[in-house]
């Protein structure tokens, strides 16, 4: 990992650390994930029904050089409207729909939705990556309104 990706993790982390309703976990393969107290929503419709997949609200996937972010939400609770202006504030990041081949080199975000749950996925790269702030108030809040429906 480079150190941007390692700084920017950080502010990240920190973010999901300072919410009341989720905790930061890493499982035995070292993957980085968002879990909730209680289990998610939809954990009922999990066809793996293991502890892992029934508390996690998503994960933080560092690369050596890109950033991700995968996050889970009830269906309905937030629409594409509502989050691209937060998720992809300055509009430099392309937005691929579900279905459609992401670039490797690029920075991109996709908003998924079906009839169990919606996901946001956001990976970061080279400057998106570097001028992206994790700490911005809308950016917090909507994380809070995404972790908070786990309460």
């Not at 989720?22 to 793996?48: D, F, Q």
């Not at 690369?63 to 300055?90: C, M, R, S, T, W």
């Not at 939705?113 to 809040?141: A, G, N």
Request: negative net charge; charged residues 25%.
């Amino acid at each position: 990992m480079n150190k941007s990706v390692t700084q920017k993790m950080d502010e990240m982390l920190e973010v999901f650390n300072s919410l009341p309703n989720c905790k930061i976990e890493t499982n035995a393969e070292g993957k980085i994930l968002i879990a909730s107290n209680k289990p998610v929503p939809w954990s009922g419709s999990l066809e793996k029904q293991d502890a892992e997949l029934m508390h996690k609200i998503g994960s933080i996937t560092p690369h050596k050089a890109a950033l991700g972010l995968y996050i889970d939400f009830p269906h309905n609770l937030l629409d594409v409207d509502q989050v691209e202006d937060i998720i992809n504030p300055e509009g430099t990041l392309m937005y691929y729909p579900p279905g459609s081949k992401a670039p490797t080199v690029k920075s991109w975000w996709r908003f998924r939705s079906d009839e169990k749950f919606d996901s946001i996925h956001l990976v970061l790269r080279k400057i998106e990556l570097d001028m992206y702030d994790f700490k911005r108030e809308d950016w917090i809040q909507l994380m809070e309104e995404i972790t908070g429906v786990h309460q």
